[in-house]
Nanobody
Framework: QVRLVESGGGLVQAGDSLRLSCTAS??????MGWFRQAPGKVRETVAT????????YYADSVKGRCTISRDDVKNTMYLQMSSLKPEDTAVYFC????????????????????????WGQGTQVTVSS
C-alpha cells in the first residue's frame, strides 16, 4: 500500500498563503485528494484531482482560494492555499484512491473521504486572526 507524507503546514496569519505537499512512496495512478479535520468536526473534502490531473474538484468553502495539482514525476501532490481564514484551521490529510471510479461506465472524479483508501498522517494548519 502506498505511503503518503504531508508537509508544509504551520502557523500563519489570516490572509496569508501556504503550500502543502504530499509525497507518495510510489507512483499513484489513481485520484488523489486533500481533506481536513478540525477539532470536534468530521473530516471533510478540500479538493481532489484525477489520475491524469485534468479533472479537479473543490469544496465550496475553498473554491477560488485553493489550487490542487500533482507532479507524477516527483510522486507529489500539492495544495496551494491563499487568502487563508481562521476557519481553515485544521489538520490536513492527503489521500490516494486504490481504483478508478465509474458510474454507468463513465469515469468520475471521487470527492468523498470514503472513496480514498490510503491516507497520510496529516499536517497541522493554524490560521490566526
Amino acid at each position: 500500500q502506498v505511503r503518503l507524507v504531508e508537509s508544509g503546514g504551520g502557523l500563519v496569519q489570516a490572509g496569508d498563503s501556504l503550500r502543502l505537499s504530499c509525497t507518495a512512496s510510489e507512483r499513484t495512478p489513481y485520484a488523489m485528494g486533500w481533506f481536513r479535520q478540525a477539532p470536534g468536526k468530521v473530516r471533510e473534502t478540500v479538493a481532489t484531482i484525477s489520475w491524469s490531473g485534468r479533472s479537479t474538484y473543490y469544496a465550496d468553502s475553498v473554491k477560488g482560494r485553493c489550487t490542487i495539482s500533482r507532479d507524477d514525476v516527483k510522486n507529489t501532490m500539492y495544495l496551494q492555499m491563499s487568502s487563508l481564514k481562521p476557519e481553515d484551521t485544521a489538520v490536513y490529510f492527503c489521500a490516494a484512491s486504490h481504483t478508478h471510479t465509474y458510474a454507468s461506465g463513465t469515469y468520475y472524479l471521487p470527492n468523498t473521504p470514503a472513496d480514498f483508501g490510503s491516507w497520510g498522517q496529516g499536517t497541522q494548519v493554524t490560521v490566526s486572526s
